[in-house]
């Protein structure tokens, strides 16, 4: 719970009463690697920050063909942004890679949260700013390199999360087979 706190005050101050509060509305879940924090086709009604472990969000094309889109890592929220904020059925999953502890607010929390503490919204204001820029920062420049720019520009911005995450979910992620991985990771 340190961890979320301390997170938090990056962004804004809190007080003694006001982080009771935030403790006071979340709570602690175990999530097992594998499985779903979030699927498709359903409305996300919660956040999550991650104290441990990895999530990533995916979808599947039309023949079944799983993408990974990104990973998230400890220190980060993780939430289907557009289906949270509107109310429409989420396009993506968001699926657990490692075993994960994750700290949970549903949306009745959050709601209370926003009218209780002043200066609540502008710091989740930031924190989705922040997290919005970084994940534009992981896409894009992906998209102008070959395979092997892509994965060692991967291996550079995220050397925390190469040991911890199939080579199956890496190859989708850069965009690549897991066998072209395979290669291109025998010739480095």
């Known amino acids: 719970m340190e961890a979320l706190i301390n997170y ?22 175990q999530l097992k690697k594998e499985d779903y924090f979030s699927e498709a086709g359903k409305t996300a009604k919660q956040v999550a920050f991650i104290i441990d472990g990895i999530l990533r969000v995916c979808y599947y094309k039309n023949k079944g063909e799983e993408i990974t889109r990104y990973f998230i890592d400890e220190n980060n929220f993780a939430v289907d942004i557009n289906s949270f904020m509107y109310k429409i059925p989420s396009s993506e999953y968001i699926q657990a890679v490692t075993d994960c502890k994750l700290i949970i607010f549903s949306d009745y929390a959050l709601k209370e949260l926003s009218l209780t503490i002043i200066g609540w919204d502008d710091i989740i204001n930031q924190i989705t700013t922040k997290s919005l820029i970084e994940k534009v920062n992981r896409i894009s420049p992906m998209l102008a390199e070959d395979a092997k720019s892509r994965y060692l520009s991967f291996l550079e911005k995220f050397p925390q999360l190469a040991n911890r995450i199939p080579l199956s979910f890496l190859a989708s992620y850069i965009g690549i087979t897991q066998s072209s991985l395979s290669r291109i990771r025998r010739k480095i």
Do not use: A, H, M, P
């Not at 007080?15 to 709570?27: E, P």
């Open 8 to 29: 938090l005050l990056q962004f804004g101050q809190l007080n003694q009463q006001q982080i009771d509060l935030v403790k006071s509305r979340s709570k602690e879940v």
